[in-house]
Each structure stands twice: as C-alpha cells, then as structure tokens.
C-alpha cells in the first residue's frame, strides 16, 4: 500500500534551518511528484513547493523564495524539504503529499510538527 | 495570483441534513478543482478531482460541481464521521480556499 512516512517532531531557535523527511512506499517513486503543504496552529493549509519525480525541477510558492529547498533522493524513495531562516511564524505541521496527476493530492504524510521557539 | 474563497465559514447543521460548501475562484479556473477533509489532528483527505469527481473510496454521498469560478461541494446526508474542516484547492499553483468548519448543531 502506498505510504508516506515523514520524520520526528523537530523543535528549533530563530534564525535555524529544519529539515522535514518524507519516506515514500508502495509505488513507483518516480512515477509522482510530491508536494509540501503546511499548517499553523488553528490554521488553513498553505502549499509550500513541490519536487517533480526526477528530482530535477521544483518550484516553490512565492512566500518562501530564497528560503526553501526540495530534494529527493531516488535510491531511498525520499523526499525533503528544508527550510531556513526560521522564525516564530514557521511554528507549524509540515505535511508531504503525493500528487496525483496534477488532480490533487491522494495520499498524505502524517504530518511533522516543527516549533521555533527561543 | 488566483485566489479561492470559501463560504460559509463555519455550517452548522444535524446528522441526516444536506451540506453545502461554496468555492469561488477569483477568476476562471476551468474544472480544476479539488475537495479535502481534514479532521483535527489528522491530514487532509481527497475527497472529489476535477471539481465532481469522487476519488477512491469516497462515499456517494459525497458530490461535487461547478466550473470556471463557482464550485460547490454537496454532502447529500450528514453522518456524524462527516463533521470536520473541507477546503478547495485549485490546480495554479495547488493553493487551498481558507476552510470551512462543519460543525453538529
């Protein structure tokens, strides 16, 4: 079955860098791009980037130019997204997603929850 | 910058009622609109594509229409697993509408 496994909560000072996995199982990795969407506490969800499966294009929502990067990694089936210069208003669940044929997205990670607090 | 507007906010209706969630894009989108639930603590779920069609497993009584600017998401008959946060994205630039909360009156 198709899985979306992300990594551990992470807790991080202002000004650091944070890096979210996604470990994707049960199909055929480069067969679907795979997206980034976060969530603020209390909050809506806001699309981030997304990664294409070669891993050779990306593109990023305006919001986070400059500071964010999406990478995979095909020999483990991997997705991650990094993203620096944090700050309070970073505090939020990092979720990935698979794209489904540019439809939406049909299977979702469980959600990672980074905190910036000093 | 396409913007998507859901309304109402917050539905406040019973078990057995009908639901129904607007969606309206800030210009022409054509048919590429997309449908979640979300239930707290939990990530969100696909439930229609392509503004009316219902993705694997979802129940029939789950429907969606529209095109161009106006979309709607119709739960026919609420049952209480169905009250939760829907949102709509759009397919530019996968951004979400803001939400709307159903709740149990």
């Known amino acids: 079955q198709v899985q979306l496994m992300q990594s551990g909560a992470e807790v991080k000072k202002p000004g650091a860098s944070v890096r979210v996995f996604c470990k994707t199982s049960g199909y055929t990795f480069t067969s679907y791009s795979v997206h980034w969407v976060r969530q603020a506490p209390g909050q809506g969800l806001e699309w981030m980037g997304v990664?294409?499966?070669?891993?050779?294009?990306?593109i990023y929502a305006q919001k986070f130019q400059g500071r964010i990067s999406v990478k995979s990694d095909m020999s483990t089936s991997t997705v991650y997204v990094e993203l620096s210069s944090l700050r309070s208003e970073d505090t939020a669940v990092y979720f990935c997603?698979?794209?489904?044929?540019?439809?939406?997205?049909?299977?979702w990670g469980q959600g990672t929850l980074v905190t910036v607090s000093s | 910058e396409i913007v998507l507007t859901q309304s109402p906010a917050t539905l406040s209706l019973s078990p057995g009622e009908r639901a129904t969630f607007s969606c309206r894009a800030s210009?022409?989108?054509?048919?590429?609109l997309a449908w979640y639930q979300q239930k707290p603590g939990q990530a969100p779920r696909l439930l229609i594509y392509?503004?009316?069609n219902r993705a694997t497993g979802v129940p029939a009584t789950f429907s969606g229409s529209g095109s161009g600017t106006d979309f709607t998401l119709t739960i026919s008959s609420l049952e209480p697993e169905d009250f939760a946060v829907y949102y709509c994205?759009?397919?530019?630039?996968?951004?979400f509408g803001q939400g709307t909360r159903l709740e149990i009156k």
């Open positions: 997603a698979r794209d489904f044929y540019d439809r939406g997205f049909d299977y």
């Open positions: 392509d503004s009316s």
């Open positions: 994205q759009q397919r530019s630039y996968w951004r």
């Open positions: 210009q022409s989108i054509g048919s590429g």
């Open positions: 990664i294409n499966p070669n891993g050779e294009n990306t």
